[in-house]
């Protein structure tokens, strides 16, 4: 399924579906089958604004282009359900808390230790985005099983000497803070700028380099999608949508809050992320 159909709630509430189906047509109970969560097919459209909305492009050819991704390597990264528990709650005591969730905790390791490998200037700016399900912050609220694309990518800044010289923490509560503030006024901002001036996705308008992108989510019930072959053994993506610094995140298979992250970066750089201490010392290899 191509992005512009639908964000990642979308494919994996559709492809839960598809399981639902195949496992109930299995056990011959299609007749009492009731869908757990059905996609919502009917479009959202925002008030004032018809169901047709012009593009300010005359040619195609103005919009669309391929990305030429560079050499990347790719790697994933485990990380145990109690190493996660154990992170999450020395984060939460340093900073004297108990706000800091276990996916923010573990977003500030791969951003630090990201940015760590790549050597960057101090005085350089580096950020992290994330992406956040929209649905529930829309006002009036979308349905969990709203089919399309409903989600922001989250955006955490600082300089590459503040994101290093501080802790953990100080990282975890910049997540902390840019989620806090996605408000449903913040989703309501976003849509009118850009219904005001429409512009296509593109990787390299949308992502500044030496950042750190992260996608999917540890939420999707990924290895709960079964076709008569039985659970799983690993998750896999596809080369698409790949850049240096973009992070894909997974359920591990052990469940229990278990993590896994797909790692995208320049070779050297991922070279240097393996010597990392303080990541390797969390990784369960």
Same mark, same amino acid.
């Given at each position: ?14 492809? &839960? ?15 009492? @089958? ?10 959202? $459209? ?25 050499? @990347? ?31 923010? &905790? ?29 649905? *529930?912050r829309m006002c009036p609220p979308l349905p ?8 922001? =990518? @989250?955006?955490? %800044? =600082? #300089?590459?000497?503040?994101? @290093? ?5 100080? %990282? =975890? ?6 989620? %806090? /503030?996605?408000?449903?006024? #913040?989703?309501?901002?976003? $849509?009118?700028?850009?219904? #005001? &001036? ?5 990787i390299d308008r949308f992502f500044e380099p ?28 596809g080369y698409a949508h790949k850049f240096d ?25 991922? /070279? *240097?992320?393996? &010597?990392?201490?303080?990541? *390797? ?5």
């Open positions: 399924m191509n992005h512009a159909m639908g964000d990642g709630t979308s494919f994996w509430n559709f492809f &839960s579906t598809l399981s639902e189906i195949f496992q109930a047509q299995e056990s011959n109970k299609t007749n009492n @089958l009731c869908l757990k969560n059905p996609p919502v097919l009917k479009r959202y $459209i925002p008030h004032g604004y018809g169901p047709l909305l012009s593009l300010p492009y005359s040619h195609p050819d103005e919009f669309i282009r391929t990305y030429e991704s560079p050499v @990347l390597k790719e790697r994933i990264f485990c990380f145990s359900s109690n190493t996660i528990r154990l992170l999450k709650g020395k984060i939460n005591q340093t900073c004297g808390t108990t706000s800091i969730s276990s996916f923010q &905790s573990l977003t500030a390791v791969i951003w630090r230790s990201i940015t760590r490998a790549r050597r960057l200037p101090m005085d350089q700016e580096t950020s992290c985005r994330f992406a956040a399900d929209n649905r *529930a969990s099983g709203y089919f399309g694309n409903c989600f922001s =990518a @989250l955006r955490a %800044a =600082a #300089k590459v000497g503040e994101l @290093l010289e501080n802790d953990l923490g100080w %990282a =975890a509560l910049k997540m902390n803070q840019a989620v %806090a /503030e996605h408000t449903s006024e #913040k989703v309501t901002q976003m $849509i009118d700028q850009w219904l #005001k &001036s429409p512009f296509i996705y593109h030496m950042s750190v992108m992260i996608g999917s989510s540890p939420r999707f019930n990924k290895y709960g999608c079964e076709f008569g072959m039985g659970k799983a053994l690993v998750l896999r993506s610094g973009k992070v894909s995140a997974y359920p591990g298979r052990e469940g229990g809050g278990s993590i896994d992250l797909e790692v995208c970066l320049l070779p050297e750089f991922m /070279e *240097a992320l393996e &010597s990392d201490e303080e990541f *390797a010392s969390l990784v369960s290899f």
